[in-house]
């Protein structure tokens, strides 16, 4: 069993709580306009255009296929920026045991572990068997998600996943299928059932003016947490940094718009807020 590891980022702050080894995971079942990972999102298709452009040669055909060297990567990311199928050749196939091995040194300097994306629901037997590793360390395990994928069938999963992060993107079906291309139905399914097993560390909205009703997300999501004091909503400033070119005309809210969401949020019983700006 393997799944395509797109990136490592060793320690990071902004993941979960404490200190945390991110995994980001390739592939997946939405596209945001906003994606500030938009090189996760699609895999491969193999048409060569980075191969020729990599200055350490990293990037080679065999097979008609594009293989990456690890090794000789140098991480300037040429290959990513000339992608035009919103992908990344620098993605390693790995086992859980794999995956462990390459991150079993950070163990004694972090909380545990995030997996994000791309989405790495859709790698739910894969996440199994890496979390169960990862418990026996005797760290906690944190899933980073849209939530598009009904996670309470997923009780062998959950039993091992100590928190989840789930993206409530907007409040109503018409604005997140203009936003992402999908509903909403399943991701407030989710959010309901995961806070009711006491799993649900946060929902996180992208504040993103004009495109949809934020207020609208932060009602619904409010509504849905409110009885749980512990669950945080992370209300985030929408910024261009990272952002397709072609939807770099979205503005930035401001901070006072920021946080008139914030005193709403408040206003409907969340205890827990974090508001980025």
């Not at 996440?127 to 980073?144: A, G, Q, R, V």
């Not at 920021?258 to 205890?271: D, F, H, I, N, R």
Request: charged share 25%; glycine share 6%; net charge neutral.
């Amino acid at each position: 069993m393997r799944a395509p590891v797109n990136k490592i980022i060793p320690f990071s702050s902004v993941d979960g709580p404490g200190n945390r080894t991110a995994i980001f995971l390739q592939g997946c079942n939405q596209n945001c306009l906003y994606c500030h990972n938009p090189e996760t999102i699609n895999m491969c298709k193999n048409c060569g255009i980075c191969v020729e452009s990599c200055p350490k040669g990293a990037l080679s055909i065999i097979n008609e296929k594009v293989v990456y060297d690890y090794d000789k990567c140098c991480n300037c990311d040429t290959c990513i920026q000339l992608c035009p199928n919103d992908a990344s050749p620098k993605v390693r196939y790995m086992t859980p045991e794999e995956l462990y091995d390459k991150i079993k040194n950070y163990l004694p300097f972090i909380d545990g572990i995030t997996t994000s994306g791309g989405e790495c629901s859709l790698y739910a037997d894969f996440l199994k068997e890496f979390y169960t590793i990862i418990k026996s360390e005797n760290k906690t395990t944190y899933m980073d998600t849209n939530a598009q994928i009904p996670l309470w069938d997923k009780e062998e999963l959950l039993k091992v996943t100590d928190k989840v992060m789930i993206d409530l993107k907007a409040g109503t079906n018409d604005d997140h299928i203009k936003l992402t291309g999908r509903g909403v139905d399943t991701v407030i399914e989710n959010i309901k059932r995961i806070a009711e097993m006491g799993k649900l560390f946060e929902i996180r909205t992208v504040v993103v003016p004009d495109i949809v009703d934020n207020m609208k997300t932060i009602e619904v999501g409010s509504r849905l947490i409110s009885k749980y004091p512990e669950v945080r909503y992370k209300i985030i400033k929408y910024r261009k940094f990272g952002v397709r070119e072609e939807y770099s005309y979205i503005k930035e809210p401001t901070s006072d718009y920021l946080q008139s969401l914030k005193s709403k949020a408040e206003e409907l019983g969340v205890k827990n807020i974090q508001l980025i700006d």
